[in-house]
């Protein structure tokens, strides 16, 4: 049985409790409402706080990073010219932005569909046949192919390749150049999923050229100096071509991008970017003028 004084120190002791309970409730309401205000898509009473708290728009860009230096995997890191390009270019224009991986044909058709990614960033070349499906920014890269085949090759230009054995990136400006000079239906003329897989059919002596954006040919030959390739430039059947960022076509983002590319290369931003990942100055004459 209970002395008085046995039952007072325990009331004391469950009024204690009791208020240490009280406030960590009242603690514990106060974090999730800090919580809360700070996740994407909280909404609170009245038409301010629902505009503070509104989740800002994060674009999406797709693309395929295997094209150093444009864009390549670094461990789990997306690096190159395109990558610091866009970083500059969404930094002018004020907005947020995301650029993942995908592979060059889920880039094509989601950036088409233009409901998970709105844009693509890819060493992409501006033709008249995909401006049919996709809206372009302006051009912010000239470039053009090359060849690229084994020191002692008898191959000095585009037109030595028809009846070679060729190797090139399917659904590329390399492949729509070689199937004019080869034919459509040669079966000399050999298309991968992806530029790397063709470079590694001439390595393996299953090819005797690869067709390529300069910028790839050139960083690979550069990386590889015991494979003794050489790179052929043919400036006569290989023409300059210009990349854009891709756009599902009526996107809102191209006039937003657009000033913003612009200002860059004007800025002098650009050819800080260029010498980073190309050791020279860019020839801005053309890209300037180019549509």
Do not use: H
């Amino acid at each position: 049985m209970e002395t008085r004084k046995e039952t007072k120190t325990r009331n004391k002791w469950i009024l204690s409790a009791l208020i240490a309970i009280l406030v960590l409730a009242i603690a514990g309401c106060g974090s999730d409402k800090a919580n809360n205000s700070s996740n994407t898509g909280s909404t609170n009473s009245g038409s301010n706080a629902a505009e503070t708290n509104a989740p800002e728009t994060v674009v999406k860009f797709a693309s395929d990073a295997i094209y150093a230096p444009m864009e390549y995997m670094d461990k789990d890191t997306i690096k190159g010219f395109d990558i610091d390009f866009i970083a500059a270019v969404m930094e002018e224009a004020g907005m947020k932005y995301e650029v993942v991986n995908t592979g060059w044909d889920t880039m094509l058709q989601s950036v088409q569909q233009g409901t998970e990614y709105q844009a693509g960033l890819s060493a992409v070349s501006i033709t008249d046949e995909r401006k049919q499906t996709y809206d372009f920014s302006v051009p912010y890269f000239e470039s053009t192919n090359m060849i690229m085949v084994k020191e002692g090759s008898d191959i000095k230009s585009a037109l030595d390749l028809k009846d070679k054995t060729v190797a090139v990136q399917t659904a590329t400006t390399a492949d729509e150049l070689m199937s004019k000079i080869m034919g459509v239906g040669n079966t000399k003329l050999k298309r991968f999923d992806s530029n790397a897989v063709a470079m590694m059919e001439l390595d393996n002596g299953g090819a005797d050229a690869v067709v390529a954006d300069i910028a790839i040919i050139r960083e690979y030959i550069k990386n590889n100096p015991k494979m003794k390739l050489v790179g052929i430039k043919d400036t006569p059947n290989f023409g300059s071509e210009y990349y854009g960022i891709l756009f599902p076509k009526g996107s809102e983002l191209k006039a937003k991008l657009d000033p913003a590319i612009q200002k860059v290369i004007e800025n002098g931003k650009y050819e800080e970017i260029y010498k980073k990942w190309f050791g020279e100055a860019p020839d801005l004459t053309n890209l300037k003028n180019a549509k």
